[in-house]
């Protein structure tokens, strides 16, 4: 009988776009169960007719409400104790500790991945609690992957985690096959800049509208694309109002490669990030970058080289960086694009992700 895996996941979405062909590989050697909140959608379906196994529950990923996070706890210990898996890998801050908790009160392994520091660390009120919670689950997790430098070094400077049992992997990876350079299907000498993620304060939106509203102001032929679902409402009415021939909300996608294909540049303006997938994802299709210098983006995108980075929270500095490209020749943009997808061949193939995966499952199980 094969040995049973559990994954602890705090959405769907993350797990078919991030770990889809992760657990295709799992499924060859090992039985899937998937932990997360239901969503009615043909992803689960597509994991369901490839083997894996659903327990759901429920899960508010920014809820601080201390009932509900004790029942998300009771519902891990519940499906914990009913399938009792060999091992066990979370995703995300809630996953990650509580999974941890109950991991260990059933003696079982377990890998986390450190996908990111979050809102938690830069809030001073929560810092010292999120900072001791994830000291214990990293204390008794098994091993720990994550995701950039800066954070690895972070858990091991403020000995939060152990160097032996951790490793830095090159974020989730991208599917070279999947995420291909494409030409826009038309060139009607628009250049077009595409944001793509939650529309919220932390993901940089308030400076990216006003680097758009003034480069839309100054220059005729550009246009400004948002791309993902309002994490924040109140922004849905500003943008929304906004909307326009040069600022075009595109409403959600279930496959971001037909909106990368049409643009010229990616912009990630975020304030924090684990590995920047969107990033990858344009860089892998041949796009130039611009993001904010920040772990997880930095990475990704060299100055000058793949595309432009400027500091975080700063709309002039956004702005500067937008003006720069525009001044570009297409050749030169297109030179930008193919060192973005070279870099990504070389480091950032989600193949590197998978081997990490079974190496250390293979150490832990055997």
């Known amino acids: 009988m094969s040995k049973k895996i559990l994954i602890l996941a705090n959405h769907i979405d993350w797990v078919f776009s991030l770990r889809k062909e992760l ?12 932990s997360i909140p239901y969503k009615k959608t043909e992803k689960i379906e597509y994991f369901k007719n490839i083997g894996c196994e659903f327990k759901y529950v429920k899960y508010e990923a920014r809820s601080t409400n201390i009932f509900k996070e004790l029942d998300l706890i009771k519902e891990y210990k519940k499906i914990i104790k009913q399938i009792k898996p060999d ?14 908790y109950v991991a260990k009160k059933y003696k079982i392994p377990i890998i986390l991945n450190i996908t990111g520091l979050g809102s938690g660390f830069n809030n001073n009120s929560i810092k010292h609690l999120v900072t001791n919670m994830y000291k214990y689950a990293c204390k008794n997790a098994s091993f720990i992957f994550f995701q950039n430098e800066d954070n690895y070094r972070y858990f091991i400077d403020n000995k939060i985690a152990e160097k032996a049992k951790s490793k830095i992997l090159p974020g989730s990876g991208v599917n070279l096959e999947k995420f291909k350079p494409t030409k826009k299907s038309k060139d009607d000498g628009i250049t077009r800049f595409l944001f793509i993620g939650r529309i919220m304060k932390e993901k940089g939106i308030e400076e990216y509208l006003e680097a758009a509203k003034y480069i839309s102001n100054k220059y005729s032929n550009v246009e400004f694309q948002i791309l993902g679902p309002f994490e924040e409402e109140k922004y849905k009415e500003v943008i929304l109002n906004l909307n326009n021939s040069k600022i075009k909300y595109l409403g959600i996608s279930e496959d971001v490669r037909d909106q990368i294909k049409e643009v010229d540049c990616i912009i990630n303006p975020t304030y924090h990030e684990g590995m920047s997938n969107v990033l990858l994802e344009g860089a892998a299709m041949g796009k130039p970058l611009i993001a904010t210098n920040i772990p997880g983006c930095r990475e990704i995108v060299e100055d000058g080289a793949n595309g432009y980075l400027f500091e975080p929270k700063n709309t002039q500095k ?17 030179k930008l694009g193919t060192a973005g997808r070279q870099k990504v061949e070389e480091n950032f193939d989600r193949n590197i992700v998978i081997k ?10 055997n």
Do not use: M
């Open 23 to 34: 657990i295709e590989r799992f499924i060859k050697d090992y039985s899937v169960i998937i």
């Open 87 to 100: 091992i066990i890998l979370t995703y995300t801050i809630k996953p990650n500790i509580y999974g941890t």
């Open 318 to 334: 956004l702005i500067e960086k937008i003006e720069q490209f525009l001044k570009l020749s297409p050749s030169e943009r297109e």
């Open 356 to 365: 990490a995966y079974l190496e250390t499952l293979r150490k832990i199980l």
